[in-house]
C-alpha cells in the first residue's frame, strides 16, 4: 500500500509537470503555422528581452504598432512576416492591430527599413514607430500598446 502510494505521488508530480509545460509551450504556439506571427502577449514578454539586448548589445530597437481596417489583418500580416527579417516577430494586438519589435544597428537605417515596411503595407494603413527605449514596460498592456499608436498618429502611411 505505501509502494502504491508513493507511485500516485510520483505518477501526479509528472502530471503537473508535463501540463506546466504544455501550457508554457501553447503560449508559445504561432497564430498561423510556418509565419513569424504570434499572438499579442508573446510581445509584451519579447518586449523586456528586447530591450535588455538592445542596450547591452547598442542596437536601435522600435515597435511598429500598425492600425489597419479589419479585413485588411490578415493579408497585411502574411505580408508584413514575409518583409521582416528571419529573427523579427510581427504580433496580433487586436482585430485591427499588428506590432513587430525591429532591430537595426541605427535610427536612420531603422527609418528606412519602416518606410519600406510600412510602404507595402494597404492603402489606409496608419503605421506608428515607437522607440524600446521610451515604453515603460512595467506597466505596459496591448490595450495600452494598440492605443499608443491611435494617439500619436504618424505620416507614415
Wanted: aromatic residues 4%; proline residues 4%; hydrophobic residues 45%.
Amino acid at each position: 500500500v505505501a509502494s502504491l502510494g508513493t507511485l500516485c505521488l510520483l505518477a501526479m508530480a509528472r502530471t503537473y509537470l508535463l501540463v506546466h509545460l504544455s501550457g508554457t509551450m501553447r503560449q508559445r504556439l504561432r497564430l498561423i503555422p510556418g509565419l513569424n506571427l504570434w499572438a499579442g502577449e508573446q510581445l509584451l514578454r519579447d518586449l523586456t528581452k528586447e530591450q535588455t539586448r538592445s542596450e547591452r548589445e547598442a542596437i536601435h530597437a522600435e515597435v511598429l504598432v500598425i492600425h489597419l481596417r479589419l479585413h485588411q489583418l490578415w493579408p497585411a500580416a502574411h505580408k508584413l512576416c514575409s518583409l521582416v527579417y528571419s529573427f523579427e516577430n510581427v504580433y496580433r494586438l487586436n482585430a485591427t492591430t499588428l506590432a513587430t519589435l525591429m532591430l537595426s544597428k541605427t535610427p536612420r537605417e531603422a527609418e528606412h527599413r519602416r518606410h519600406l515596411l510600412c510602404a507595402a503595407l494597404p492603402e489606409h494603413a496608419v503605421c506608428q514607430p515607437m522607440p524600446l527605449m521610451e515604453l515603460e514596460l512595467e506597466a505596459l498592456t496591448l490595450e495600452a500598446l494598440a492605443q499608443m499608436g491611435k494617439q500619436r498618429p504618424s505620416d507614415i502611411t
